[in-house]
């Protein structure tokens, strides 16, 4: 089966912790991409990544760390320095730019 | 930034009838995408349509693209209460690594 998996689907920090949200593919594509959602909202870019142990800050990096040591996994860390970090993170994929993107099914993230 | 805005932001409609959602971006481009959300969920990606297409089709599904205008249309016709999603325009901005979204119309089909 292949796909994008994004793990755990909620999750819950406190103020001045870090947390890592999880994204991995199996699809062999080269680039990666992070989003952020608020309500009724569209998606923002934080960071993506074209190639392995390469990537770029999107529209929304403050606050925001991620690595490409592989081809299929992508993380995120969400730091303290991030002001306002409730919100819904997606995580896609894409063989190559410009293409369709396949999309994980999200992260909630709730800060108490 | 926003390159793509969606309008109208919110459609409610009866099953079977069309659903039209509109687009409109600002910069040149070289496809221009259209995705679906449930609540809750990931996108799913509809079809893409390329800067020299003016018309595509998948299933009930009909794009248009108006380079000229910088618009897009996402038509549903015959519309069932499984549509019931939130629609996305997403544009690469003239070959950019990166695409960029617009704030959605949120459609709902009553049965």
């Known amino acids: 089966d292949g796909g994008i998996t994004q793990s755990p689907k909620y999750l819950f920090r406190k103020e001045g912790q870090n947390v890592t949200l999880s994204c991995e593919q199996n699809l062999n594509h080269d680039a990666m991409y992070w989003y952020r959602q608020d309500p009724g909202q569209g998606l923002r870019l934080i960071y993506y990544s074209q190639i392995v142990n390469d990537f770029q800050k999107g529209d929304i990096a403050e606050g925001y760390s991620v690595s490409r040591e592989k081809k299929e996994s992508f993380p995120l860390t969400v730091t303290s320095a991030q002001k306002n970090p409730t919100a819904f993170y997606l995580c896609a994929s894409s063989i190559a730019k410009g293409r369709e993107q396949f999309f994980g099914p999200g992260t909630r993230l709730t800060v108490l | 930034s926003q390159q793509g805005e969606e309008d109208p932001q919110a459609l409610s409609i009866q099953e079977g009838e069309n659903a039209t959602m509109n687009c409109s971006y600002k910069?040149?481009?070289?496809?221009l995408q259209w995705y679906r959300q449930n609540s809750g969920r990931g996108l799913v990606h509809l079809i893409l349509i390329r800067s020299n297409e003016r018309e595509k089709h998948s299933g009930r599904l009909r794009v248009t693209l108006d380079t000229s205008k910088k618009s897009s249309s996402l038509l549903i016709t015959a519309s069932r209460a499984a549509d019931t999603a939130s629609y996305f325009c997403?544009?690469?901005?003239?070959?950019?690594?990166?695409?960029?979204f617009g704030k959605g119309t949120k459609l709902t089909v009553n049965p």
């Open positions: 910069t040149s481009i070289n496809n």
């Open positions: 997403a544009t690469d901005q003239g070959g950019s690594e990166k695409l960029v």
